[in-house]
């Protein structure tokens, strides 16, 4: 089992920037594609983006592509997600999660652990 622990969430204006941590602790971080999802108030959690388990592909919704950056560092079991030029509508809880069987996926179906969140909070 492993644990995840998201951090870096906060209130930013539209156009802002911020950097979202994920902290795995309880496995070998290398063995799960990590990925990041998000659910605004009254809506479903939804894909955000993914990064295998080597860090070589990654994977974005097309809403964030070219805005969102995910990343991984080994020496500190951590994923990130770098969020450029917010929206209002992405105004959202974010988590982080893991999938043990090593395929990255786009639904919630697709990963086996899950962090608490954290709010991102975009104002316009």
């Known amino acids: 089992q492993v644990q995840l622990v998201e951090s870096g969430g906060g209130l930013v204006q539209a156009g802002g920037s911020l950097r979202l941590s994920c902290a795995a602790a309880?496995?070998?971080?290398?063995?799960?594609?990590m990925g990041w999802f998000r659910q605004a108030p009254g809506k479903e959690r939804e894909f955000v983006a993914a990064?295998?388990?080597?860090?070589?592909?990654?994977y974005y919704a097309d809403t964030v592509k070219g805005r969102f950056t995910i990343s991984r560092d080994y020496a500190k079991s951590t994923v990130y997600l770098q969020m450029n030029s917010l929206k209002a509508e992405e105004t959202a809880v974010y988590y982080c999660a893991a999938d043990r069987r090593g395929v990255p996926g786009r639904t919630i179906l697709d990963y086996d652990y899950w962090g608490q969140g954290t709010q991102v909070t975009v104002s316009s």
């Open positions: 990064i295998s388990r080597g860090g070589g592909n990654t």
């Open positions: 309880g496995r070998t971080f290398s063995n799960y594609v």
